[in-house]
């Protein structure tokens, strides 16, 4: 099994961004924009729903790298058959407003199902925030165990900025940047510091162990191509920080 190598190079310096449209977006015209403000930005890589009429699409558009994600195993199957280059179990944050929760047993369980059905596929697993940290440690050391070649963080939906500014975001992305020290100084595997994160929080997350970060809402929730090219450019010039300049 071998990564995408334009992914493992980024991941290998510690700059990897990927770009996500929403594991609940099916919307053919917003993912395919959100993918080609990717590419023209400058992103890794991108992840989108697992869904094999958009994986089409969107080949069509970008020579990037192709993430899907989704909850269900089976659905990774025809995903990759559409041409993924690889697959995440996660992006949980659009089902916690649903009450929908994700506990260490249920994703270990998806993630050993998945390996059954993928073996050789390159495969990222999301730890979920509802866990306290040392419970998130422990269910990262499973999942790599169980064939997880890459883990994510999550927070963003469980944090409550009380300030606005530079403050606010810190404080948003507290949760995932505080997962990803702890994560990543327990796996060999890399760790993808994702959710509620914002150029200000990008150069914390590498400083914090994250090999790259991803980031949605703050660019798919634009409605225009020019400024979701923007935002993209300010998270990749972000990555450029020396994380030696950045102490947490």
Sequence with gaps: MTIHPQLQQALSVRKALKVISGLNNFDTAKVTAVAKAAQAGGATFVDIAADPNLVRQVRQVIDLPICVSA?????FVIAVEAGADL????NFDSFYAQGRRFEAEEVLALTQQTRQLLPNITLSVTVPHILPLDEQVQLAEALVIAGANMI?????TSSNPTHAG???????AAPTLAAAHSISGAVSVPVLCASGLSSVTVPMAIAAGAAGVGVGSAINQLNDEVA????VRSLVEALEVNPSHVRL
Aim: overall charge negative; hydrophobic content about 50%; glycine content about 16%.
């Design 166 to 172: 530079v403050l606010g975001l810190i404080e948003k």
């Design 152 to 156: 994510q963080t999550e927070g963003g």
């Design 71 to 75: 909850v269900d195993p089976e659905l």
């Design 228 to 231: 979701m090219v923007a935002a």
């Design 87 to 90: 697959i995440e179990i996660g």
